[in-house]
């Protein structure tokens, strides 16, 4: 089913969906949303299955228009969301009739904003995945004229399908990042750890899905900043000749040279996607069983959110 034309794409708009797996072994990046729980959202909200494919849209400047009647959700930062002119709701799910213009005005808070729509997109499938990795030549962000098509909406694609505000994480002055240190913590002197671990670095505008470069204190090095090629897993904090760190992400290469003093948490993962260039962060090192105690209340808390959400339906 035809659901959007494409008046205006923004600037970079994506399909995206939980990502590609067992691929990185090839040199392919699991790509996939940034913004993971923002993505699970926004697709509980339309009634999806949890990995069906969205648009990210990073940034106001998308404008849609309603090919048939529907029931979508908008979830993530807030980009001034619109219907014809009027707010749409956020993080609740509304219908659309055919003719309607869906806008994102201007930026109010957050980077990237998730838009689902029941049934979840319809678009080419690349090694399993439907997420735009535009680097490898799988899709390329939206265009003027594109025209989205959608699967058939499930049972539960109801409009009035909410997230409460309260269960939504909370915008820091500064970014509190956690990592657990390594594997190469060690190509670096103990006041360069200490730089990292005790200093405030900002987000830099040469930033992307690839990865994400601060700006900040020097991380003094204790050798040669090159080594031999080794794998770089998503979530791998890289520290170039310029003794900056780099934060790898969801397109992120799947090898590189750089010693790799730490690697954030996955419960933190999602705070890149959110940040502007100029926000402030913190790196800070926790155990691994704490990493894991944290992934699993993370994971609480969703499955929390998903039971708060199915109970609260309305029915029909």
């Not at 997230?163 to 939504?168: E, F, I, K, T, W």
């Amino acid at each position: 089913m035809q659901v959007f034309l494409v008046r205006k794409p923004g600037p970079f708009t994506s399909v995206q969906d939980a990502g590609r797996t067992g691929w990185r072994r090839f040199g392919i990046p699991p790509s996939g949303a940034l913004d993971q729980f923002a993505f699970r959202a926004a697709n509980l909200l339309a009634g999806n299955a949890p990995d069906a494919a969205v648009l990210e849209i990073t940034l106001p400047g998308l404008v849609l228009e309603a090919l048939a009647p529907q029931v979508a959700a908008v979830t993530g930062a807030d980009l001034d969301a619109r219907i014809n002119g009027a707010a749409a709701p956020q993080w609740t799910a509304f219908s659309l009739r055919r003719g309607d213009v869906l806008t994102f005005r201007q930026r109010r808070q957050g980077c990237r904003a998730y838009l689902a729509v029941a049934g979840g997109l319809d678009t080419a499938v690349w090694l399993g995945s439907r997420s735009t990795f535009a680097a490898g030549k799988m899709g390329s962000p939206l265009r003027a004229g594109d025209v989205l098509e959608s699967f058939p909406p499930g049972p539960d694609a109801r409009p009035g399908r909410r997230v409460s505000l309260s269960c939504l994480p909370a915008s820091p002055a500064i970014h509190r990042i956690r990592v657990t240190l390594g594997p190469q913590d060690g190509w670096f002197t103990r006041r360069g750890l200490q730089t990292f671990l005790g200093s405030v670095y900002r987000l830099s505008p040469q930033s992307g899905r690839q990865g994400f470069r601060t700006e900040g204190p020097v991380i003094e090095a204790a050798r040669q900043a090159d080594l031999i090629s080794d794998p770089t897993p998503l979530g791998a904090v890289q520290v170039p000749g310029d003794g900056k760190p780099i934060v790898l992400h969801r397109d992120g290469q799947s090898t590189g040279g750089y010693p790799k003093i730490a690697r954030v948490i996955s419960a933190d993962l999602d705070w890149f996607a959110r940040m502007m260039p100029g926000d402030a962060l913190r790196f800070e090192a926790v155990s691994r069983e704490e990493a894991l105690r944290l992934a699993e209340a993370a994971a609480e808390n969703w499955r929390a959110i998903v039971r708060a959400v199915e109970e609260s339906t309305p029915r029909p």
